[in-house]
């Protein structure tokens, strides 16, 4: 059974990076089979995606977020990384990581239990 | 962009009755359709893809369809840990995935 879990600061001040990673477990994410995928949701609201990576590091990102976002893959550690830059009080919401099947759809199958990431002074 | 809008916003049903939940999309994303359950403090869970197809471990009252831009998710005879937020996320356009913004289905 995958399984994914986030980690990193839950406090960002305004105008500096966000930096979370997901390490994945029960399965290797250099098994080529799928995607690896950030989704946020900030409190009260829906789900935003963010953007997916595949272990060779090809990388696909949400057009209104794209110049502040960067994904990457460590296989090694079999984890992958979240970077936003210039956040502000509007990039508060939980962060999530989740799997992507690319054989099958592009649909979000296994979930972190997400980290909630507060922008403030 | 590809939006999805969903409907109504707030569902209020009684236990053992039926639900039914409304997708819409823009322009057509084909059957590449999918339906997630989210309860609070939880990650969201996958329920449908494909627009029909159950995911692994999901029980047969959940049922979906629809092509094209109209889908709907049905709860044949809603149980009490069936009442939770819906979302329909569209991959279609794989490169610039898009979810609706949630059905809350609430106890009558």
């Known amino acids: 059974q995958v399984q994914l879990q986030e980690s990193g600061p839950g406090l960002v001040k305004p105008s500096q990076t966000l930096s979370l990673t997901c390490t994945v477990s029960?399965?290797?994410?250099?098994?080529?089979?799928?995607?690896w995928s950030w989704i946020r949701q900030p409190p009260g609201k829906g789900l935003e995606w963010i953007g997916y990576?595949?272990?060779?590091?090809?990388?696909y990102y949400n057009p209104s977020l794209k110049s502040r976002v960067t994904i990457s893959v460590d296989t090694s550690k079999n984890q992958f990384s979240l970077k936003l830059s210039s956040v502000t009080a509007a990039d508060t919401a939980v962060y999530y990581c989740?799997?992507?099947?690319?054989?099958?759809?592009?649909?979000?199958?296994?979930w972190g239990q997400g980290t909630l990431v507060t922008v403030s002074s | 962009e590809i939006v999805m809008t969903q409907s109504p916003a707030t569902l209020s049903v009684s236990p053992g009755e039926r639900a039914t939940l409304s997708c819409r999309a823009s322009?057509?994303?084909?059957?590449?359709l999918a339906w997630y359950q989210q309860k609070p403090g939880q990650a969201p869970r996958l329920l449908i893809y494909?627009?029909?197809t159950r995911a692994t471990g999901i029980p047969a009252r959940f049922s979906g369809s629809g092509s094209g831009t109209e889908f709907t998710l049905t709860i044949s005879s809603l149980q009490s840990e069936d009442f939770a937020v819906y979302y329909c996320?569209?991959?279609?356009?794989?490169?610039?995935?898009?979810f609706g913004q949630g059905t809350r289905l609430e106890i009558k």
């Open positions: 989740a799997r992507v099947s690319e054989m099958s759809g592009y649909y979000f199958d296994y």
């Open positions: 322009q057509s994303v084909s059957s590449n």
């Open positions: 494909g627009a029909s």
């Open positions: 029960g399965g290797s994410i250099s098994s080529g089979d799928y995607y």
């Open positions: 996320q569209q991959y279609n356009n794989w490169s610039s995935i898009t």
């Open positions: 990576i595949y272990y060779s590091g090809s990388t």
